[in-house]
């Protein structure tokens, strides 16, 4: 899953220090992470291995990060916050790896829906959360992100929320329409609705904490 456009804010985090060490956790198909090197190097952190092997990976769980302590610049989360039980004290845990100026960006997928492709994508997150509960977790709204997360904060100057329209293209819809096709209780539905109007990921919020505490959003 990839993000476009990526954050402004994430964006001048790269062009202001060329030299960061940014790591991507949940680095899965390494679709975000073939936006991410158009403006540095990316170390992957995932427990699968790498789908393309010329970006430099390391094969662990987020829980368990094997870095020094503060020797992160910017720590990618990317469409991985929602799957995890216990975010919140993850997102304690990853902030003692970064270095003074570091910086932690999460980015999710939104609840909300504009139109049918749209709908669509929404239905279908749905599904395979049903399918799989254990792996994966219900998308979280703009809102409730910013709730969960201030609520632990201890500086809320330290953090900034933004909102965008992704506009990623999906691709291998025929994939994906094989393996609805091929599930025991077909989703004839949703397979009918992605036939005729598409799949579109819609909005996505992202959460930007500081750890020099404090947070120019302009």
Known sequence: M?????????????LTNPNAVVV???SGNSLFTEIIKLYTQVI??????????SFTQVMADAAEIPFKKASV???LVP?????LNNRLELLDYWQGFLSDSGVIYVLEDDTESSNIAE???QELQKLLCKIGPSWR????????GVDSILSTATEESSWCFGSAKNSYQVNSLEKLI???CNLPDKPNRLIDSINEHGLSYGQYWWARYSREMFCDCR
């Open 119 to 121: 709908s669509n994508y």
């Open 178 to 180: 094989a393996m609805l």
């Open 79 to 83: 469409n991985l916050w929602r799957h």
């Open 73 to 75: 610049d910017i720590l």
């Open 137 to 144: 977790g219900e998308l979280i709204s703009f809102s409730d």
């Open 2 to 14: 990839a993000f476009i456009p990526l954050p402004g804010l994430l964006v001048r985090d790269f």
């Open 24 to 26: 991507e956790l949940g």
């Open 44 to 53: 992957q952190l995932d427990l699968a291995p790498a789908y393309n092997s």
